[in-house]
């Protein structure tokens, strides 16, 4: 009965190579998960700054188009434009706000 059994080095070299190769597979699925989670973050990072710019930008118009609406109705003269339906009037008032 000759068996050939595994000698020392060659089971430590064996339990070596598995020891690396699960080490090899924790490194690269740590890798992907963290690159996954970074771009995740990223996004959510992103989304929240383009909601804060937009709210930002939207309250600034609203300030604006308030400040144009009231500035056009202390004005005698858009107002009698109004009144009087004449488009060309109310067209260059409106014009003289944005010059």
Do not use: H, P
Not at 31 to 50: H, K, M, P
Not at 66 to 74: I, T
Not at 83 to 99: G, H, R, V
């Amino acid at each position: 009965m000759s068996k050939k059994r595994l000698t020392l080095q060659t089971s430590l070299a064996i339990a070596i190579l598995l020891i690396g190769a699960i080490g090899v597979a924790l490194v690269m699925s740590t890798d992907n998960t963290y690159r996954r989670l970074a771009f995740e973050q990223q996004q959510a990072s992103v989304s929240q700054l383009i909601a804060i710019k937009s709210a930002d930008l939207l309250k600034k118009l609203g300030s604006l188009q308030q400040d144009l609406g009231l500035k056009l109705q202390d004005d005698d003269n858009f107002k009698q434009a109004l009144l009087s339906k004449n488009k060309k009037d109310i067209t260059y008032w409106l014009d003289q706000e944005f010059n």
